[in-house]
């Protein structure tokens, strides 16, 4: 079972570059979350999504962008990376609200 | 909002013995739900154990068991029999039928030594 699949794991990015960060899940999961998780500061919400093409924002969004054109995929886009944006991100998914979350492997990003 | 507060930043149990971590959380809900998750070295994220609000008796999976305070908004993690694997941080969470995603405390980094 695949589960939620992140890539990449490892990621160096200069100030102003973009990229995008990938997520699939194959468990047909309405609800698909982005985290970020910094050094003591447990995992704070990026964005979030209920359903293919419905998305919105989190605790905090600024400088990222998602969509969601599948169930499937939910794929998270940086633009103009900044060193603030250094941390671990984790896409995850639930079949509703309240239910068990599956977490991918985690994308550490280092913005240099 | 909910917020969630994990009062211990780091623990230290011996092998074989009882540790319990700590976590209280603020809501205005009813009907919500808590979440222990485990995060080892490997950075892969683990459900441990899930509680429903509404329900009285205290979740319970092998050597992991709550205790769920729902007036004092209590939700504590107690591990019994600690095994080197159990070394992790670990997160408290909760979510409500309002809510769309899961709210993290800042976790507890839990040391299992021999």
């Known amino acids: 079972n695949a589960g939620v699949t992140q890539t990449p794991k490892f990621r160096i990015l200069k100030i102003g570059q973009s990229m995008t960060l990938q997520c699939t899940q194959d468990?047909?999961?309405?609800?698909m979350y982005w985290y970020r998780q910094d050094p003591g500061m447990g995992l704070k919400l990026i964005y979030y999504?209920?359903?293919?093409?419905?998305?919105d924002k989190g605790e905090v969004p600024n400088g990222y962008n998602v969509s969601r054109s599948t169930t499937e995929d939910f794929p998270l886009r940086l633009e103009l990376a900044a060193p603030s944006q250094t941390s671990v991100y984790f896409c995850?998914?639930?079949?509703?609200?309240?239910?068990?979350?599956?977490f991918g492997q985690g994308t550490r990003l280092t913005v240099v | 909002a909910q917020t969630v507060t994990q009062s211990q930043p780091e623990m230290s149990v011996q092998e074989a013995e009882t540790v319990t971590l700590s976590c209280t959380y603020d809501?205005?809900?009813?009907?919500?739900?808590l979440f222990w998750y485990k995060q080892p070295p490997s950075r892969q994220m683990i459900l441990v154990i899930r509680?429903?609000?509404?329900?009285?008796q205290n979740a319970t999976e092998n050597r992991f068991s709550v205790n769920f305070q729902k007036a004092a908004k209590s939700f504590s993690l107690k591990i019994s029999d600690s095994q080197l694997g159990d070394t992790a941080m670990y997160f408290c969470?909760?979510?409500?039928?309002?809510?769309?995603?899961?709210?993290f405390g800042k976790g507890t980094s839990l040391l299992v030594t021999p």
């Open positions: 995850a998914s639930s079949m509703t609200s309240n239910t068990e979350a599956f």
């Open positions: 468990m047909n999961h309405n609800y």
């Open positions: 999504s209920v359903g293919a093409g419905i998305t």
């Open positions: 809501t205005s809900e009813n009907n919500y739900y």
């Open positions: 509680q429903e609000a509404y329900k009285q």
């Open positions: 969470a909760t979510n409500s039928n309002s809510g769309y995603a899961l709210n």
